[in-house]
Structure formats: structure tokens, C-alpha cells
């Protein structure tokens, strides 16, 4: 169970870092050109970074040390392993067994 959770918290991680990322410089292009309109692909990558961020994003004040918010952030990601872990540990796995 230790080993799921590490694996689910450290894809988490890497998937929300690459949203995020990506959301960030698909938003740059905006300053440069007024009349630019984000693609399907881009709004589909910032909402799931939205909520790969949270529920951490909710606890983010900008006045944070770096090291608090990448504490933060990397605690996110390890809660978010966790119930990945015990959904697919108690929910998944059983169903199989029984199906």
C-alpha cells in the first residue's frame, strides 16, 4: 500500500507540474496578442490543473515562503496518492475478485 501511494503521489505530481506548465505559458501567449482565444486544449489543461491543485491551491497564500508552498504542494500530492491508493486498494481490487 506504501508503494501504490509513493508511485500514485509522485504521477500526481509530475501530471500537475506538466498542467500547470503548460497552463502558464499557453497564458503567456495572451499577453502578447489581445485578441488571442485559448484553444479546447489549453481550457481542458487549466481546469485539470485547477483541480490536480487542489484542495492545497486552497490553502496557498501568495506571502508563503517557497519552501511552505512547495511543502505544500508536495503534500498535496501525497493526499492525493493516498485516496487514489485506498479507492483502488478497497473499491478497485475487490471488485475484481468478486466480478
Known amino acids: ?5 509513493i508511485i500514485l503521489a509522485a ?5 500537475m507540474l506538466a498542467c500547470v506548465m503548460f497552463s ?3 497564458s503567456m501567449e ?4 489581445p485578441d488571442y482565444q485559448s484553444s479546447a486544449f489549453e481550457g ?4 485539470l490543473a485547477d483541480i490536480l491543485m487542489q484542495p492545497g491551491r486552497s490553502l496557498w497564500v501568495s506571502k508563503l515562503p517557497d519552501a511552505v508552498e512547495w511543502g505544500l504542494c508536495l503534500a498535496n500530492s501525497l493526499l492525493w496518492g493516498m485516496v487514489l491508493a485506498l479507492v483502488f486498494g478497497y473499491v ?5 475478485k468478486t466480478g
Open 1 to 5: 500500500m506504501k508503494k501504490r501511494t
Open 11 to 15: 504521477l500526481h505530481f509530475i501530471l
Open 24 to 26: 502558464v505559458g499557453s
Open 30 to 33: 495572451a499577453l502578447d496578442d
Open 44 to 47: 481542458l489543461v487549466s481546469g
Open 92 to 96: 478497485i481490487q475487490p471488485a475484481r
